[in-house]
């Protein structure tokens, strides 16, 4: 089942889902933080008509969401919002959230990236925070809710912004692992 999709936005040259996250389909497999194979240098895709599953069914948040700011183009923000199901521990019931991944440090200063989060925050949607580990590492994440109310309540966008870049050292500082996917024929780094 396709999405329903902003009708003015397009990926266009985009394609930060395409190096950014690890793709694990029996088609296709990559780790994050490397180009896809099939990527060309136009930035589009040499398989486009024949690829895999996980690649036609992926759209990311800001061609989704209609409250992630237009200014908010992955290629252009560094921000990649997407889509994630978080499941109760008590009653199992799967909740729609987001995963907000801030690309490079430069996102921190992305118009629009403080009132996207905060209206997300506000609508009580599950806010979950990605650091990128390494290109090929595992990557951290944590949940934002709680850590951003006052500031959301408050309508405080520096206090916000603060505690995103705070939350992005520390999960810089924290360990990873290389990234190990379980099918053969991974696109592995050349070394």
């Not at 994050?32 to 036609?56: F, K, L, S, V, W």
């Given at each position: 089942m396709t999405p329903e999709l902003i009708a003015?936005?397009?990926?266009?040259?985009?394609?930060?889902?395409?190096?950014?996250?690890?793709?694990?389909?029996?088609?296709?497999?990559?780790?994050?933080?490397?180009?896809?194979?099939?990527?060309?240098?136009?930035?589009?895709?040499?398989?486009?008509?024949?690829?895999?599953?996980?690649?036609?069914?992926?759209?990311?948040?800001?061609?989704?969401?209609?409250?992630?700011?237009?200014?908010?183009?992955?290629?252009t923000s560094g921000v990649l919002f997407r889509l994630h199901n978080e499941i109760s521990s008590e009653t199992g019931e799967k909740r729609a959230g987001i995963i907000v991944t801030l690309l490079t440090g430069a996102a921190l200063k992305a118009e629009g990236l403080a009132e996207s989060v905060a209206a997300a925050v506000a609508a009580g949607v599950p806010v979950y925070l990605h650091v990128p580990g390494p290109p090929g590492h595992?990557?951290?994440?944590?949940?934002?809710?709680?850590?951003?109310?006052?500031?959301?309540?408050?309508?405080?966008?520096?206090?916000?912004?603060?505690?995103l870049r705070r939350l992005r050292a520390q999960g810089r500082a924290g360990d990873s692992a290389p990234i190990v996917l379980a099918r053969r024929g991974a696109v592995r780094p050349d070394r």
């Open positions: 003015d936005r397009s990926c266009g040259a985009c394609n930060v889902c395409c190096v950014a996250l690890t793709i694990d389909d029996p088609a296709l497999q990559k780790v994050q933080g490397y180009r896809c194979p099939n990527t060309t240098r136009t930035h589009g895709c040499a398989i486009y008509d024949t690829r895999p599953e996980t690649c036609r069914t992926f759209f990311c948040g800001w061609r989704q969401l209609k409250w992630v700011r237009e200014t908010l183009r992955p290629d595992t990557s951290g994440m944590v949940r934002l809710n709680a850590a951003l109310g006052d500031a959301v309540h408050f309508r405080d966008k520096a206090a916000l912004l603060d505690v």
